[in-house]
């Protein structure tokens, strides 16, 4: 067992690493678990990103990898201890609390929650390849590099309908493909993106696969699941909008989650429903999403387990 800690943060994106920043900095002494989430990425993320151009304060943009570097550096600058470990498991049902790692035993007064969450990718052949060159899973974040190109967008919700319409700002025409005739997204949405005269609609469409030319995206090769014709679809670009899902797998049973398994915060805080246990950035966040959000949520949470921690003595 190690000694005790007044803080372990667990997550190593915007929201973690702004954690770690402020309780360093008020001399808590965070441990922060990176964490290999994403298929063995710490980083969140940013880790898939290539070009941030919307956090302010830095005008000429920074690669996402590089951004989270700078976070790292800034958190380890005051003081934060990294693990470049999972946590597997917590029990939250005794204070301290307790983590686990696949190898060792720790335990917290507090506990900050910044495991994020992650688009759900359609799986096929070239996407990983192309992710960030042609591939992504954020129109608010990769539209811009669009501009008066073609992309296509996949799926048939809300955050379909209104990234298509977002990304026709930038793309000359937009293609939302959905693998049924009818669409899940509210009216109002549908309607929008209907009336939008840059964007067309391939029903009971499914990309089968990403191809490029080893720089960039070219086509999707893509299947009519009426009729079994496969075809290729010449386009710039292919944005995932078939949902996100958050990194909450280990925390069931121990804290509130809602039906799309985000944790449960108390409205205005980062407070989760076991107290001394405190949350921020996308895992309690399925709207904005940003960077930038994350950031400041993380910066909320901080400010919480701190203000929390003071409370004990
Ligand atoms: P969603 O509502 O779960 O829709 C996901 C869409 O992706 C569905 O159309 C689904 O098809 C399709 N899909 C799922 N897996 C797929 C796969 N493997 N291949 C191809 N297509 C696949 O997710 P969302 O649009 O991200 O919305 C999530 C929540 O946020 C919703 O409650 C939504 O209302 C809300 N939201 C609201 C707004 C807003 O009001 N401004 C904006 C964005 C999101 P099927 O329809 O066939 O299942």
Not at 8 to 35: D, N, Q, V
Not at 182 to 206: G, H, V, Y
């Amino acid at each position: 067992m190690n000694e005790l800690e007044e803080v372990i943060i667990i997550g190593s994106g915007p929201a973690g690493y702004t954690a770690a920043i402020y309780t360093a900095r008020s001399e808590l002494k965070p441990l922060l678990f990176e964490g290999q989430q994403l298929g063995g990425q710490p980083g969140g993320q940013l880790m898939l990103t290539t070009e941030v151009e919307n956090f302010p304060g830095f005008p000429e943009g920074m690669m996402g990898p590089e951004m989270m570097e700078k976070y790292k550096k800034q958190a380890e600058r005051f003081g934060t201890k990294i693990v470049s470990e999972d946590i597997v498991s917590v029990d939250f049902s005794s204070r301290p609390f307790t983590l686990k790692t696949a190898t060792d035993t720790y335990q917290a007064k507090t506990v900050i929650i910044c495991t994020g969450a992650q688009a759900i990718w359609l799986n096929v052949p070239g996407e990983e390849q192309y992710q960030g060159h042609g591939v992504s899973a954020c129109a608010t974040c990769d539209g811009f590099f669009f501009r008066g190109k073609n992309v296509v967008i996949v799926g048939g919700g809300d955050s379909a309908m209104e990234e298509a319409n977002f990304l026709t700002r930038f793309a000359n025409k937009v293609t939302v493909m959905h693998r049924r005739d009818s669409l899940r997204a509210s009216k109002i949405m549908q309607q929008r993106a209907m009336n939008n005269p840059k964007i067309e609609f391939l029903w009971n469409t499914e990309i089968q696969e990403v191809l490029g030319d080893g720089q960039t995206v070219t086509a999707v090769k893509i299947l009519n699941n009426q009729t079994n014709e496969v075809r290729e679809f010449p386009t710039d670009g292919v944005f995932a909008a078939i949902g996100h899902k958050p990194n909450t797998g280990i925390f069931e049973g121990q804290l509130e989650l809602d039906e799309k398994k985000y944790i449960v915060v108390s409205s205005g805080s980062t407070r989760t429903s076991v107290e001394g246990v405190f949350a921020g950035g996308d895992v309690i966040d399925h709207t904005y999403r940003q960077a930038i959000t994350a950031a400041g949520s993380g910066c909320m949470a901080a400010l919480d387990a701190e203000r929390w921690l003071s409370l004990q003595e």
